[in-house]
């Protein structure tokens, strides 16, 4: 169900099972951390994750699961939750082309990517209250910081699902598309970033989430920031990108430590 491509530096995974909305079970997990672990160890500058057919990802597969006798635990805790740490601390700049259903944990997915493109088709929520089940995979997180308590719970509470264009005015992803155009869009992007100073993308990837997830201050992101910028000091694709500067040319980076 999980198909990998290399190409220019560029990853790029692909969830491919339309026939359920690229719905992920247990062994689709596995596969998707298999998929970015081969991607990390190629020492890829980029990669694009996105879904065939009319979805991105409904979320979690429960077609053959007996609720009875459901291992929540072992699906969210021990399978789901490591692979969206893993996607989050992937070692590139990452990038999400999203349409249609991202539900679950395919809101998961787009939470632990870097930047998130999304169609004016996609559809986006929380829509689990008649499964008796509640939002995860991070989604109370990233609703609550972006769109308050009250709209959180009013999603919660009435199941709908907010369209691409909301979504992005309300601050929970990047950019929203035409369906036709958004895959392109975010080939470009992550062919751009592929491109670039690596490193220097590296080290802001990492103050931006110590402030998400350690809620620093003003003055102690400064000393990171001052901390991260002597670091990059030492790399080549600094001095090449003073060097180009100062020779008013277009930097070639190669995005090396």
Not at 58 to 69: C, E, L, N, Y
Not at 229 to 248: I, M, P, S, V
């Amino acid at each position: 169900m999980i198909e990998l491509s290399i190409d220019n530096d560029v990853a790029h995974v692909m969830l491919n099972a339309p026939d359920k909305l690229n719905a992920l079970d247990e062994a689709a997990i596995v596969e998707l951390d298999a998929a970015y672990q081969t991607a990390e160890r190629a020492g890829v500058r980029a990669l694009v994750l996105s879904g065939t057919g009319r979805a991105f990802c409904a979320g979690r597969d429960i077609s053959a699961v007996d609720p009875r006798t459901d291992d929540v635990i072992g699906y969210l805790g021990n399978l789901v939750t490591p692979l969206l740490e893993r996607m989050s601390r992937f070692p590139a700049p990452t990038f999400a082309a999203a349409h249609g259903a991202c539900l679950g944990v395919g809101l998961g997915l787009l939470i632990a990517t870097d930047v998130v493109y999304v169609a004016d088709t996609a559809k986006i929520g929380s829509p689990f209250a008649n499964l008796g089940a509640t939002l995860d995979s991070g989604g109370h997180a990233l609703f609550v910081e972006r769109l308050g308590a009250h709209r959180t719970l009013d999603l919660i509470y009435s199941g709908r699902l907010m369209s691409g264009a909301e979504a992005v005015a309300g601050g929970l992803f990047s950019q929203v598309f035409p369906a036709a155009e958004l895959s392109e869009a975010t080939a470009q992007a992550a062919a751009r970033a592929a491109s670039g100073a690596t490193q220097a993308f590296l080290a802001s990837k990492v103050l931006v989430q110590s402030l998400r997830d350690e809620r620093l201050g003003l003055w102690q992101s400064m000393s990171d920031e001052t901390a991260a910028q002597a670091a990059l000091c030492a790399t080549g694709d600094y001095r090449e990108g003073f060097a180009a500067f100062q020779e008013k040319r277009k930097p070639s980076f190669t995005g090396r430590a």
